[in-house]
């Protein structure tokens, strides 16, 4: 059973108040507009399929781009996800139509009808086409550095100022990795979820390996969340697993360790235990359970600007239990949320399964888009 903790404490001491400062990453293409808001320079809090891992969907988005001038757009882009998911994807290609609108609605309002959200001025900018997408690796960094599912339209698109834009796009088909026709697969693209409370967040990028506590074979591992509220009070959800287990016959600890610099080094009781950051920050944070698990939410964080990065790592040891009780997990790269208005800056419309239905699902998870 998993053990659940809530500590009411600062987690930064003043030397580390002052993070770094995130760097926006390049692309492939000078974009005009990304949406969801902020994710030009952030990694998205989801992962989706939609819309390029189906072959018979119409999906449909909103986005509230912000724009106070005309926008001409020739094209969008979808980016891979790279916290969630760390498999490759192979090359696929995805037979589709894309229409282009002014919304009727602002992307609080989307009907779930999607004949209801096409506004003024509805052009078919790509007709049904093939595309071809390439094979690509988890990326080395969060968020990717660079849109590499293109979908280039054969017409342009003028967004009047202050004005919603419909994107409607319909999947006739497609050819998945491996040449299997027509079927539904994972294609892990980037998505940020913009819950009704006004929350933002942003996993953490894991990279290396943790080790396995004596006796096991399982890596020690932890995933790290940051959320920042509607009153931009920050929490740091951690879930560590397979940490030193609680047997009774001690009392397995965990602790977390930090610093904005690396400093790998290996542990000498147990070579393969790498600690990662130079340990500018350590906190204790209670007792594992029998699993070598600790799950728990850090909350009194000090307000750090949007886009710092520190590195994070959880070390599991059992005190008096000698020099090889003791794991590290994998550690994470954390960046700090932006701040979000209540109102969600894009929506999604989808029907996953049926292109020809009326109607679609609802949702504020929406796959992070480059218009150019």
Known sequence: MQSTHRLQRPIFPSALAAALLFSAASTAQVPVAISPANQSTFEGSSSTQLPLGRHDARFQTIHDLGNTAPLTITGIAYRRDATGTSGSVGAFDTIMEVRLAEAAFAPSNASPTFANNVGSNPTTVLNQTRIAFPAVLRPNDAPAPAFEFFIPFGQTFTLPPNTPLLVDLTIFGNTRPGGQVDANFSVHLDAHEQPANGDESVSGYRFGLGCAAPGTTRLHTARFEMVRDLLGDLTLDID??????????????????????????????????????????????????GMGDWTGTLSTIPNLAPGYQFTAQIVSAWPGGGPDQLTVSDPSTITVPANRTQAPSAVRISSSSDRTAASGTISTTVPVTMFF
């Open 240 to 289: 560590s697993r397979d940490g030193i287990p609680n047997l009774g016959s001690g009392t397995p600890m965990t602790a977390m360790i930090a610093s904005m610099t690396n400093a790998p080094f290996a542990w000498p009781g147990n070579p393969s235990c790498i600690f990662e950051p130079r340990i500018d920050l350590s906190l204790t944070l209670g007792t594992n359970d």
